[in-house]
């Protein structure tokens, strides 16, 4: 294997690696987010789109070589090639051999590189959604935990308010006590007030009836005299 090829596969098996560390539950998305935000990393993101091309380019030549070179030895078996000698039948399928090696070998190369951007996007977003979501749910818990400071701030004032209602109504029953209580001894007073009235009615009913008796008795006395007078 040729120089150029060599480093192609080192290339390809450095990136089956990187896709099996980025594919396996190896670090969380954050880790990869924060290794991806590195320094270094941060360093090499402005020319990073430029050195992704380059690699692109570089494969798809590569890869366009070995389309060729499969086209190129792939003629060995047509009629005009029959009668050619044992040695260069086999030295020309090993070099389509070559040729169709390092067409797999630049092919897959060039799809993992793809394969590679996109999960670093997709491990991107999902590290940024993890984080969106745990913003959320703190928000989420800081607005329950306001909700239900002020359910007991309000419970409570409903309490202050049922206490202050209740001490209400209780002084407008001492108050209508207060009131019945003195109707109450208005009432009593203006019973006695007529009991002694009516006992002095009575008393002097009693003199009124004793004094009539008298006048009558005096009355049937002087009669009784004037009837022995004239007789």
Do not use: C
């Not at 002084?171 to 002694?196: F, I, M, P, S, W």
């Not at 002095?200 to 004037?226: M, R």
């Amino acid at each position: 294997m040729s120089l150029q090829w060599t480093l192609i596969a080192g290339f390809l098996y450095l990136e089956i690696v990187i896709v099996l560390l980025l594919v396996l539950p190896v670090a969380s998305p954050k880790r990869w987010n924060a290794l991806f935000k590195s320094r270094f990393l941060q360093g090499l993101q402005q020319q990073a789109g430029i050195y992704f091309m380059i690699l692109l380019a570089i494969l798809v030549l590569f890869l366009l070589d070995a389309i060729r070179e499969m086209r190129k030895y792939s003629n060995i078996d047509t009629p005009d090639h029959q009668h050619q000698h044992l040695d260069a039948e086999m030295q020309g399928n090993m070099r389509l051999f070559r040729a169709q090696r390092n067409f797999y070998i630049s092919g897959f190369a060039l799809f993992l590189s793809l394969v590679i951007r996109r999960l670093v996007t997709l491990i991107s977003s999902q590290a940024a959604l993890l984080a969106q979501a745990e913003a959320a749910l703190k928000q989420a818990q800081g607005a329950s935990a306001t909700a239900r400071s002020l359910l007991s701030q309000r419970n409570e004032v409903t309490q202050n308010e049922s206490n202050e209602a209740h001490d209400k109504e209780v002084t407008e029953l001492k108050n209508k006590v207060e009131e019945l209580e003195e109707k109450l001894q208005y009432e009593v007073k203006d019973k006695q007030a007529l009991k002694q009235q009516a006992e002095n009615l009575s008393k002097q009913y009693d003199s009124l009836a004793e004094e009539h008796s008298k006048l009558q008795k005096t009355i049937t006395a002087g009669g009784d005299s004037e009837s022995k007078k004239d007789n």
